[in-house]
C-alpha cells in the first residue's frame, strides 16, 4: 500500500496590507516558516507546487518556477498553477498527486499573492480575468456575478440580506483569536446591513478584502519524516470544473463543481459528512459559504439561511461542524493564490490541537473547500489527525 | 509494474499569424484534433493538463480550467500550468506524473498561445515577464539574455556568426518539409548573416518569431486505450530549474538546468545518449541549439560550433542524430505555451513513422528539451517507439 501523504508543517504570513513586503518576500517568509514548522531544510524538498493568480496581469511577473529556484536556492522542480482563486487549492491537489506517484518523497506546497500595491479598479480588473470574455465585456466584476447567485437564492428560499449577513459576523468573530487574520474585529449584523452596496444584495461587509499574503506547507509520503513530527494525513483531494460563465450553468443556486469535488472526496476519504468537525469553506462572499454548506452535502438545500442564522457553526455553539475558524476569507483575508493554502494550513493547526482560543475540541476530521471564480473550479480536501 | 504512459494522438494547429482564431478556437482545434487522431471521446478523457504563458498578460485571461470546461463540455479537473515558453514541457510532465499516480487513466495535454495580436513591442514586454525584475528594469529582453549567452560561446571557443547561422539554415530547410510551419522558405548562411542584428551577436534570423498556434496530445496507461492505436511510450520526463537570473549563475556557456533534466531524463530511461536518433531542441534563438547539444551530452562543450557547420543534425546528412525536423522554433514558430507540445508531437510522428517527407528512417527513440525563459526552467522527455 502506498503510504498516505501527510502534512508536517505548515507557516502563515499575517495577511492584509504588507506594503513593505515584495510578493517573493512573502513566498520566503511562507517557504522558510513551514520547512522550520517541519524541522526540515530545503534540500531535502523534492519538488515545488506554488499557486497564484494575478502576478502576470499585476506585476508582469511570470515564470515563477525560475523565481523560486533563485529565492530558495533548490535546483529541483517548480510547478506554478493557477486556477484564479482556487491556485492554492490546486497546487496543493498537485502536489498530492505527485506523491502518489513518487513514494519516500518530500514537497513544499506554497500559495502567494500581492494585491494591495494596486489600485482597487486595477485588482477589481485583474481579479475579472477568472470570468469569461463575455462577462468581463458586460462589465460583470466577481461581486457582480456573486449578486447574480445570492438574488438567486434568496428569492428562490425566501430568505434575506440578514441571512447573509451572519456569515459575515460568524467569520469576524472568529478573526478575532487569529493574529495573522487581515481583520481582527467582530461586526454586528446592524453593521453589514449598513454597510454600502456592492452588487445588491452583496455589501461591503459581505465581501472579503483585497490583501497581500503567503502560506507554505510541507507534505510528505517519507515514513521518516512523519514519524515524530504532528502530522495530519491527506485523505482525499479531488478538482472538477465547471462552465467559467454563470450563463452556461444549469442552475444557479449553487455551484455544481463544488457538489462533484465534494463528492468525489467524500467517497475517496469513505467518511461521511457527519464525521467533519472543523471546516474551511470558500467564503469569498457571504453567500458562497451558504451555498457550499448545501452543495458540499452538510445541510439541505435550501436549509443554509436558516441554520446560519442559528450560528451553528460558530465557535462555542456546540453544533456538530465548525465553519472557517481562520475568520474565513471574509476576515483573514483573502489573497487570492495563498487561501487555499490558508485553509489547509488551518485544519492543520485544528487537527494538531494548535489552533489555540480557535480551537475546535476533539476535531479529528477536517474539509477545505477552495473555489475559482465564480465556480469554474472547486477543489475538496479532506484531512484527518494521525 | 505500472503501465507506462502512452502517447495515442497528436494535433497542432498551422503555426503563424493566425488572426481569424482566437486562443481558445486554437485551443478547441488542437483537443478535437488530438481526440480524433487517438480515436476517443473527450468523455474518456480523466484529466487535462494546459500550458499557457501569456494571456493573462496579454488579454487579461486565466482560470483557463473554467474556460476549458466550458469550451469542451467536461467537469474534469483542467490544470493550467506556466512555467514561461516551458510551459507545455511542463503541463506534459505534470500530465505524466499523473498517470504515474493513477493507473488506467487517459488524459488531454494541450498547449496555446495567441501573439500576433498584439504589437511587437507589447509582446516583447510580456515575454520579458519570464525574466527577474531586475533584468526587467536594466532593459534586457530575451534577445538581450541570449545575446549575452552567444557573446560568451563564441568567445570562450572561438566561433563566429556564421556558426550560430548553421542552425537557422538547417532548421528553415526542415521547416520546407511541414505543412503546419510557420516559415516554409528555406535560407542561406548569407541571407542570415545580412539580416538586421537584435541584440548582437543575434540577428532577426537567429531569432525564433512570434506565432499562434496550439497542440493537443492524448496520454494514457489505460491498456485497452494503447492496444490498436500508434503509440510512442513515454520513458522519462524531467524537469529541473535555475536561477532565473543570468547574474546568478555559475557559468554562461551553458544551461545548468538542461544539464540536470537530461541527465536525470538518460538516468531514468536507462538509454545512452547514442539510442537517440532524433530530438527536438528548444532552438528560440540558433545560439540555443547549440548550447543545447552540449548540455543534453550529444556533443562535447565547445565542440557545437564545429559540428553545427559540419551539418551532421540535418535530415539526409547521414549522421546519428537529426534535429528539428519540425523546423525548431525557429522556422516552425513559437507561439511558447504550444511550443513544448509540438515538440512532442513532432517526435510521436517520427517514432509512428508518419512524419513524410521529413522522416527520420528508423527512428526508434527520441528526446524533447524545453528550456524557459534563460534556462530558470528546462524540461526533457524522452519517448520510445512501442
Same mark, same amino acid.
Given at each position: 500500500? !502506498?503510504?498516505?501523504? %501527510?502534512?508536517?508543517?505548515?507557516?502563515?504570513?499575517?495577511?492584509?496590507?504588507?506594503?513593505?513586503?515584495?510578493?517573493?518576500?512573502?513566498?520566503?517568509?511562507?517557504?522558510? +516558516?513551514?520547512?522550520?514548522?517541519?524541522?526540515?531544510?530545503? @534540500?531535502?524538498?523534492?519538488? *515545488?507546487?506554488?499557486?497564484?493568480?494575478?502576478?502576470?496581469?499585476?506585476?508582469?511577473?511570470?515564470?515563477?518556477?525560475?523565481?523560486?529556484?533563485?529565492?530558495? +536556492?533548490?535546483?529541483?522542480?517548480?510547478?506554478?498553477?493557477?486556477?484564479?482563486?482556487? &491556485?492554492?487549492?490546486?497546487?496543493?491537489?498537485?502536489?498530492?498527486?505527485?506523491? =502518489?506517484?513518487?513514494? @519516500? !518523497?518530500?514537497?513544499?506546497?506554497?500559495?502567494?499573492?500581492?494585491?494591495?500595491?494596486?489600485?482597487?479598479?486595477?485588482?477589481?480588473?485583474?481579479?475579472?480575468?477568472?470570468?469569461?470574455?463575455?462577462? #468581463?465585456?458586460?462589465?460583470?466584476?466577481? $461581486?457582480?456575478?456573486?449578486?447574480?447567485?445570492?438574488?438567486?437564492?434568496?428569492?428562490?428560499?425566501?430568505?434575506?440580506?440578514?441571512?447573509?449577513?451572519?456569515?459575515?459576523?460568524?467569520?469576524?468573530?472568529?478573526?478575532?483569536?487569529?493574529?495573522?487574520? =487581515?481583520?481582527?474585529?467582530?461586526?454586528?449584523?446592524?453593521?453589514?446591513?449598513?454597510?454600502?452596496?456592492?452588487?445588491? $444584495?452583496?455589501?461591503?461587509?459581505?465581501?472579503? $478584502?483585497?490583501?497581500?499574503?503567503? /502560506?507554505?506547507?510541507?507534505?510528505?509520503?517519507?515514513?521518516?519524516?512523519?514519524?515524530?513530527?504532528?502530522?495530519?494525513?491527506?485523505?482525499?483531494?479531488?478538482?472538477?470544473?465547471?462552465?467559467?460563465?454563470?450563463?452556461?450553468?444549469?442552475?444557479?443556486?449553487?455551484?455544481?463543481?463544488?457538489?462533484?469535488? @465534494?463528492?468525489?472526496?467524500?467517497? %475517496?476519504?469513505?467518511?461521511?459528512?457527519?464525521?467533519? &468537525?472543523?471546516?474551511?469553506?470558500?467564503? /469569498?462572499?457571504? *453567500?458562497?459559504?451558504?451555498?457550499?454548506?448545501?452543495?458540499? @452535502?452538510?445541510?439541505?438545500?435550501?436549509?443554509?439561511?436558516?441554520?446560519?442564522?442559528?450560528?451553528?457553526?460558530?465557535?462555542?455553539?456546540?453544533?456538530?461542524? %465548525?465553519?472557517?475558524?481562520?475568520?474565513?476569507?471574509?476576515? &483573514?483575508?483573502?489573497?487570492?493564490?495563498?487561501?487555499? *493554502?490558508?485553509?489547509? +494550513?488551518?485544519?492543520?493547526?485544528?487537527?494538531?490541537? #494548535?489552533?489555540?482560543?480557535?480551537?475546535?475540541?476533539?476535531? !479529528?476530521?477536517?474539509?477545505?473547500?477552495?473555489?475559482?471564480?465564480?465556480? +469554474?473550479?472547486?477543489?475538496?480536501?479532506?484531512?484527518?489527525?494521525?
Amino acid at each position: 500500500m !502506498k503510504t498516505r501523504p %501527510t502534512i508536517t508543517g505548515v507557516h502563515c504570513t499575517r495577511f492584509g496590507e504588507l506594503w513593505e513586503k515584495s510578493l517573493y518576500d512573502l513566498v520566503r517568509d511562507a517557504a522558510e +516558516g513551514a520547512l522550520t514548522d517541519a524541522n526540515i531544510e530545503i @534540500g531535502q524538498i523534492d519538488a *515545488i507546487f506554488y499557486g497564484n493568480m494575478l502576478s502576470g496581469i499585476l506585476d508582469n511577473n511570470v515564470h515563477a518556477s525560475g523565481k523560486i529556484s533563485e529565492l530558495l +536556492g533548490v535546483h529541483v522542480p517548480v510547478y506554478r498553477t493557477e486556477a484564479a482563486c482556487a &491556485s492554492g487549492g490546486m497546487a496543493f491537489q498537485m502536489a498530492y498527486t505527485y506523491l =502518489q506517484a513518487f513514494p @519516500g !518523497k518530500t514537497v513544499l506546497v506554497l500559495g502567494a499573492e500581492k494585491m494591495t500595491d494596486f489600485g482597487g479598479p486595477q485588482v477589481t480588473q485583474a481579479l475579472s480575468a477568472a470570468a469569461s470574455g463575455e462577462e #468581463q465585456v458586460a462589465g460583470l466584476t466577481f $461581486p457582480g456575478l456573486y449578486g447574480m447567485l445570492a438574488q438567486t437564492y434568496l428569492a428562490k428560499y425566501g430568505y434575506t440580506e440578514e441571512h447573509l449577513a451572519h456569515v459575515a459576523v460568524k467569520n469576524h468573530y472568529h478573526g478575532t483569536f487569529n493574529a495573522r487574520a =487581515q481583520f481582527r474585529k467582530a461586526i454586528t449584523v446592524e453593521q453589514v446591513l449598513k454597510s454600502p452596496y456592492v452588487a445588491t $444584495p452583496l455589501k461591503v461587509l459581505d465581501s472579503s $478584502p483585497i490583501s497581500d499574503g503567503a /502560506c507554505g506547507l510541507v507534505l510528505t509520503n517519507d515514513a521518516a519524516r512523519i514519524s515524530g513530527r504532528p502530522g495530519v494525513a491527506v485523505l482525499a483531494s479531488e478538482i472538477a470544473t465547471d462552465t467559467i460563465s454563470l450563463k452556461g450553468r444549469k442552475r444557479l443556486d449553487g455551484l455544481d463543481a463544488t457538489v462533484a469535488a @465534494g463528492d468525489n472526496a467524500f467517497a %475517496t476519504s469513505g467518511l461521511d459528512r457527519s464525521d467533519i &468537525s472543523v471546516a474551511e469553506l470558500h467564503d /469569498c462572499f457571504t *453567500i458562497a459559504e451558504l451555498l457550499a454548506m448545501e452543495d458540499l @452535502g452538510f445541510w439541505m438545500k435550501g436549509e443554509a439561511g436558516r441554520h446560519m442564522a442559528d450560528g451553528i457553526t460558530k465557535l462555542g455553539s456546540g453544533g456538530p461542524l %465548525t465553519v472557517n475558524t481562520s475568520g474565513g476569507l471574509k476576515a &483573514s483575508g483573502h489573497p487570492v493564490g495563498a487561501t487555499g *493554502i490558508k485553509q489547509i +494550513g488551518e485544519l492543520y493547526l485544528q487537527l494538531t490541537a #494548535q489552533a489555540g482560543e480557535r480551537q475546535v475540541a476533539d476535531a !479529528k476530521y477536517g474539509l477545505a473547500h477552495n473555489v475559482g471564480g465564480s465556480g +469554474g473550479t472547486a477543489v475538496v480536501t479532506i484531512l484527518a489527525t494521525i
